[in-house]
């Protein structure tokens, strides 16, 4: 059974960029679909983006096409990396990371109860 843990979180200011990590240990990393999703106060957890077994192939939402990007690390095999630029209050949230064995094309892997493996999460904050 795999446990993650996220880092990376923090304070900054509209337009500016942060790197999160998710590492995961007890499992195979590259197992595992791997992904993003943020929740802010009083709103669903929402679902950010995902990323293959292998690393090849990533999913997107919508606002955050082209800002954020997920990838696996190479060198440690066992930590998947989300970094954000252009960042807008708008992004506040708190970031969770999840694993799960189905294929990252799984449409209902953009739900949050489709997913089995979760971090505690991380805050970020974009001040305006």
């Known amino acids: 059974q795999v446990q993650l843990a996220e880092s990376g979180g923090g304070l900054v200011q509209a337009g500016g960029s942060l790197r999160l990590s998710c590492a995961a240990s007890?499992?195979?990393?590259?197992?595992?679909?791997t992904g993003w999703f943020r929740q802010a106060p009083g709103k669903e957890r929402e679902f950010v983006a995902r990323?293959?077994?292998?690393?090849?192939?990533?999913?997107y939402v919508d606002s955050v096409e082209g800002r954020f990007t997920i990838s696996r690390d190479g060198a440690t095999k066992n930590t998947v990396h989300l970094q954000m630029s252009g960042l807008t209050p708008e992004d506040t949230a708190f970031y969770y990371c999840?694993?799960?064995?189905?294929?990252?094309?799984?449409?209902?892997?953009?739900?949050?109860?489709?997913?089995?493996?979760w971090g505690q999460g991380t805050q970020v904050t974009v001040s305006s």
């Open positions: 007890g499992g195979i990393f590259s197992s595992y679909t």
């Open positions: 999840s694993a799960d064995t189905r294929n990252y094309c799984a449409r209902e892997l953009s739900d949050a109860s489709s997913w089995s493996y």
């Open positions: 990323i293959s077994r292998s690393g090849a192939s990533t999913v």
